[in-house]
C-alpha cells in the first residue's frame, strides 16, 4: 500500500468548497473589505503584479478574500479595502497602486540566481 508523503504543500478549502493544494511558502495575500467595486479593483491591481513578477497563484501566492464584516473588524481593519501580506497589514481605506503592490510582492518573486542551482564542477585538469 503506497503512503502520499506530501511535500511542502497543505490541502486547503476555497469558498466554493473544493479543496486545493497550496506550497507552504506561498506567500498568504489577503484583500478585506464587501466584494464591492473597490475590492474588485484592488484584486485585480494584485493580479496585474504577481503576473508581471510571474508569480503562479496557487504556488507562489495563496490568495484570499475576507468579506464578512465581523470578521474585517475583529481583524483591526475599520476602513476597506484592505490588504495584508503574509499578516501584515499594507493598505487599508485605498486601491493600491500597481508600482506598491509590486514593491510588497517583489521580495517573495526573486529566485536564485542559476549559478547557484548547477554550482560549477571542479577543475581536475591540473591534478
Request: charged share 25%.
Amino acid at each position: 500500500m503506497e503512503t502520499a508523503i506530501p511535500l511542502s504543500k497543505t490541502d486547503v478549502a476555497t469558498n466554493s468548497g473544493t479543496r486545493k493544494t497550496v506550497h507552504e511558502e506561498a506567500v498568504q495575500v489577503e484583500i478585506l473589505g464587501p466584494g464591492n467595486a473597490v475590492s474588485r479593483m484592488t484584486a485585480q491591481v494584485l493580479d496585474a503584479a504577481m503576473r508581471d513578477l510571474g508569480l503562479v497563484p496557487e504556488q507562489d501566492i495563496r490568495l484570499d478574500f475576507v468579506r464578512d464584516a465581523l470578521k474585517i473588524a475583529a481583524s483591526g481593519v475599520y476602513w476597506t479595502p484592505a490588504v495584508r501580506v503574509n499578516g501584515a497589514l499594507k493598505c487599508t481605506g485605498r486601491v493600491p497602486s500597481f508600482k506598491e503592490v509590486r514593491n510588497w510582492l517583489q521580495q517573495f518573486a526573486q529566485k536564485p540566481p542559476a549559478d547557484s542551482l548547477h554550482p560549477t564542477e571542479p577543475n581536475w585538469e591540473g591534478a
